[in-house]
């Protein structure tokens, strides 16, 4: 209690010795701490809402607000409507029991249409259902595309006719809503198209308009580009055979002649017509007549004419007639004939594979001059190589002239001033290097040999046992050894400097190969 008593009477004492302005001060401070402290307490409180779904249309929206409220989860909406946020916890279990319950639907109506029976539904009824719940699977199945953010599809199929020229085809109207920044190719307005008409019966590709929400018509002309882009993919195709097969044959009819004339003294050059024509040949042929079987028939009949007997006919009834007199004996004779003869036929059909040769030019120069007889050979030799035939207008020229080689003779001269300035380069680093190891090599003797100097490079030259006499005994047998050859070489540097420079020169050579 009187622990209480002292920090009140402290408290009282800290507030009464404050100013004015402090006061307030303590007190603002106060009431902010306390206003962060409850917003920071009831945001912890709030749970972590995260999006279920995005970019719903209004129908799927106010179903899927419905069904969280039936379950009597908390949501919240966002983006005018077209988002909601769930909490991270229910978030994939939610999906999971909207999807079973067939949420959200895109906005379109599918077969689902059909779940319940009605009663009393016409056949016209019905056929209006089935086209509403065809159009609406339909744009669910291009809502996939990638590039294709919404879609809305409109079939008409007209009442069929009991007369055929009567009959209308079946249409459709694709309008597609893309993505930002997205567009669609040729190919795959293409493909929307063949996929509506395939969903349709009777529905041809050609019938399928496709339009974007600009207003554009994005099927026009479709199919004159596509046989446009399909030509030229074709035409740069046949041109790359072609330049292929003239390579080639230049490459062999080249390799040839450089075996005769020597190498980089022929040049040639090939100019090929293809034939990519596919053709269908075909050919019936017919033989003598033979005969394979004969038929003959004959007929022949005599008869005798008689007058009839007693009063019937025209005569007994009208007395004025008079009856024909009795005529004599009569024959009748036929003869018929069949003949039947045997056709020879001869059928053929052959299927010409495209890519024959309809015209070929070659060209060939050779360096020098040759005269009539070896350019005689050299034609043969090309004509038979290269497969000419004057029938079918192919050309073939030989010519023999003077190459310009003075490119070539330039291009020696520099990559012999190169090599030569390679050497050089080559020489110099390696005699620094040389001077370097001697001067590396005498500080490293001064440094063990402080009172004694010895100057491998004077005037004077001391010998071996001089300079082993002047070493202090600590000195080992590799420094001795080293100090030897280190006067050897100076000696054969003195007496026959052209012998080193040789020696070294032909050390780069071998390096360098």
Wanted: charged share 25%; no cysteine; glycine share 8%.
């Amino acid at each position: 209690m009187q622990a209480w008593v002292k920090q009140k009477e402290a408290i009282t004492g800290f507030w009464t010795k404050l100013t004015i302005n402090q006061k307030v001060f303590f007190g603002a401070g106060i009431l902010l701490i306390a206003i962060i402290s409850v917003f920071l307490i009831s945001q912890a409180s709030k749970p972590d809402l995260v999006p279920l779904y995005t970019n719903l249309n209004p129908q799927d929206a106010a179903a899927v607000t419905e069904y969280l409220k039936e379950k009597k989860i908390d949501y919240q909406l966002s983006n005018e409507g077209s988002t909601i946020l769930v909490p991270a916890p229910q978030k994939y279990q939610l999906r999971l029991d909207l999807a079973s319950e067939g949420l959200p639907k895109g906005g379109s109506v599918g077969f689902e249409l059909f779940n319940q029976t009605r009663f009393g539904e016409t056949e016209s009824e019905r056929r209006i259902r089935y086209l509403v719940a065809l159009q609406g699977e339909l744009e669910r199945t291009i809502r996939k595309l990638e590039a294709v953010e919404d879609a809305r599809i409109h079939i008409v199929i007209p009442e069929p006719s009991l007369f055929i020229e009567k009959e209308k085809n079946a249409t459709a109207a694709v309008l597609l809503k893309l993505k930002p920044g997205r567009n669609l190719q040729n190919h795959q307005i293409a493909g929307i198209m063949h996929l509506v008409s395939s969903g349709v019966e009777g529905l041809k590709p050609e019938n399928v308009t496709v339009v974007n929400t600009l207003g554009t018509i994005l099927s026009e002309d479709l199919e004159d580009a596509q046989e446009t882009a399909r030509t030229a993919r074709l035409t740069a195709h046949q041109i790359q055979i072609e330049r292929d097969f003239e390579q080639q044959l230049e490459k062999s009819l080249q390799s040839m002649l450089e075996r005769i004339v020597g190498q980089g003294k022929a040049v040639v050059r090939a100019s090929a017509s293809l034939d990519f024509d596919r053709v269908e040949i075909r050919k019936e042929d017919f033989g003598d007549k033979a005969i394979r079987s004969q038929q003959i028939k004959e007929e022949s009949s005599s008869a005798e004419n008689v007058a009839p007997e007693g009063e019937p006919g025209a005569g007994g009834n009208i007395p004025t007639y008079e009856q024909p007199e009795g005529q004599g004996t009569g024959r009748y004779q036929k003869t018929e004939k069949i003949t039947n003869y045997e056709l020879d036929k001869q059928e053929e059909y052959r299927l010409v594979a495209p890519g024959q040769i309809k015209q070929l030019s070659v060209s060939v120069v050779v360096d020098g001059q040759l005269d009539l007889q070896q350019q005689g050979e050299i034609e043969g030799l090309v004509a038979a190589a290269a497969g000419i035939r004057p029938e079918r207008g192919d050309n073939l020229t030989v010519t023999s002239m003077s190459f310009n080689t003075s490119w070539a003779r330039e291009l020696k001269k520099e990559m012999a001033a190169a090599q030569r300035r390679h050497q050089l380069v080559t020489y110099g680093i390696i005699a620094g290097a040389l001077l370097g190891g001697f001067i590396l090599v005498g500080l490293v003797l001064r440094r063990r040999r402080p009172q004694t100097e010895v100057d491998y490079l004077a005037g004077s030259r001391m010998t071996v046992e001089e300079a082993l006499a002047t070493q202090e005994p600590e000195l080992t047998e590799e420094e001795k050894e080293r100090i030897r050859i280190l006067e050897q070489i100076q000696k054969l540097v003195r007496q026959s400097p052209k012998d080193i420079a040789q020696l070294l020169k032909t050390w780069l050579t071998e390096e360098s190969r």
